[in-house]
């Protein structure tokens, strides 16, 4: 999972609007366009901000933009974490929970 800034500064100044670029390679074959997630945009201390995917700009099937807010995520080091549910028939529900942290390279100042 890779995470980018559209304007690829790495400090965005706090109550400032930006975008993130959510992109994932495939999962067992399946493409972020295939399944449902969701994605935690934090910071240490701060709870954050939640997205689903509907709430996020498809730009392709592994490709997706997540419009956030600095004052709904606080300050410090930019964190996402990435949640899904992967087909998978070796689980009772036929679904594997993934979680993937990744931090993004970007600080809220």
Same mark, same amino acid.
């Given at each position: ?14 109550? /400032?609007?930006?975008? #993130? ?7 067992? =074959? !399946?493409?972020? +366009? ?10 240490? +201390?701060?709870? =954050?901000?939640? %997205?689903? $995917? /509907? ?12 419009? %956030? /807010?600095?004052?709904?995520?606080? %300050? =410090?080091?930019?964190? #996402? $974490? !990435? ?8 689980? =009772?529900? /036929?679904?594997?929970?993934? #979680?993937?942290? #990744?931090?993004? +390279? %970007?600080?809220?100042?």
């Amino acid at each position: 999972m890779s995470c980018n800034c559209n304007n690829n500064e790495e400090i965005i100044d706090y109550g /400032s609007e930006f975008k #993130v670029n959510v992109s994932m390679e495939s999962i067992d =074959g !399946y493409h972020m +366009g295939e399944i449902d997630f969701q994605c935690t945009f934090f910071t240490p +201390g701060f709870d =954050g901000m939640v %997205l689903d $995917k /509907s709430d996020m700009v498809e730009i392709d099937a592994d490709n997706y933009v997540a419009p %956030l /807010s600095s004052k709904d995520i606080g %300050l =410090g080091v930019l964190m #996402v $974490k !990435y949640e899904c549910d992967v087909p998978d028939n070796d689980f =009772g529900d /036929s679904l594997r929970h993934e #979680v993937i942290t #990744v931090n993004t +390279g %970007l600080t809220i100042k």
